[in-house]
């Protein structure tokens, strides 16, 4: 795994200057990102918006491509850097004792041929060789149209969450005390909002974490909010609720 990524070093904390960016997510939600994804600028939006246009490509895009394997390799690098900036933010302590992680299901179901395993892969990348508790916990009904290339009609709240439930397969053994959503860009918050609903309404009260690639700007902050390892002083990020 490289050790180094285009990727800033800390994680920031969703707060009260860059919250409104996010329709879904409100004071209680505890998330934190990377970088910040450009809105409606494409890949000149800079080092995080071809970060996540490298990450996002499934398999069949790729296959459909003449210059297929050179962004294959590209993928494979986004990955790897995802990877890497993940496991600089989490103790062994953390991977291995306190954090259930879960991948945000994509849009398209496995075995379709546009599915893309890349956030469970991210996290088994990330945390090889710790004792991690790595689960697809959260699972699609139906394979629906990816909101990113959904400009005009995205899937409503209420059919995603209609459309989502636990695989009661994955819970065979008990959550640690921290879940820890993982998912690659935060737009409006909504997937986040399903996943957290479905889970507290099996595990009250479960500790709630997510963790994103990127957020979606829609404005220029006049600051940046602090890091978590600012925030947190000596504690660890899954302390907090």
């Known amino acids: 795994m490289p050790i180094q990524t285009g990727l800033p070093e800390q994680l920031t904390w969703i707060d009260d200057v860059n919250r409104g960016d996010h329709s879904f997510l409100t004071k209680e939600d505890r998330c934190a990102f990377f970088g910040e994804l450009q809105a409606s600028t494409g890949w000149g ?9 490298n990450f996002k490509r499934s398999p069949a895009q790729i296959g459909r491509e003449p210059c297929g394997e050179r962004l294959r390799r590209h993928r494979e690098r986004a990955i790897n850097e995802v990877a890497a900036a993940l496991r600089s933010q989490f103790t062994r302590e953390e991977v291995e004792l306190r954090c259930t992680f879960v991948p945000l299901p994509t849009s398209k179901q496995p075995g379709h041929p546009e599915y893309c395993d890349r956030l469970e892969r991210s ?4 945390f090889a060789g710790y004792r991690a508790d790595i689960r697809p916990l959260l699972q699609l009904a139906a394979s629906t149209r990816a909101d ?3 400009a005009v009609e995205r899937l409503r709240y ?3 969450l209609a459309l989502t439930s636990l695989d009661v397969r994955q819970l065979a053994g008990e959550l640690r005390p921290m879940v820890v959503l993982f998912d690659d860009v935060l737009a409006s918050g909504k997937h986040y909002r399903v996943a957290k609903t479905r889970i507290r309404e099996v595990f009250p009260g479960q500790g709630i974490l997510g963790i994103f690639v990127a957020r979606r700007a829609l404005r220029s902050s006049c600051r940046r909010p602090a ?10 990020p899954v302390s907090a609720r």
Do not use: D, E, M, V
Not at 45 to 53: F, P, S, V, Y
């Open 45 to 53: 939006g800079g080092a995080t918006n071809q970060l996540i246009a």
């Open 123 to 126: 996290l088994r990348l990330a």
């Open 148 to 150: 990113h290339l959904s």
């Open 158 to 160: 209420q059919h995603l």
């Open 227 to 236: 890091s978590l390892a600012a925030t947190r002083g000596s504690r660890p």
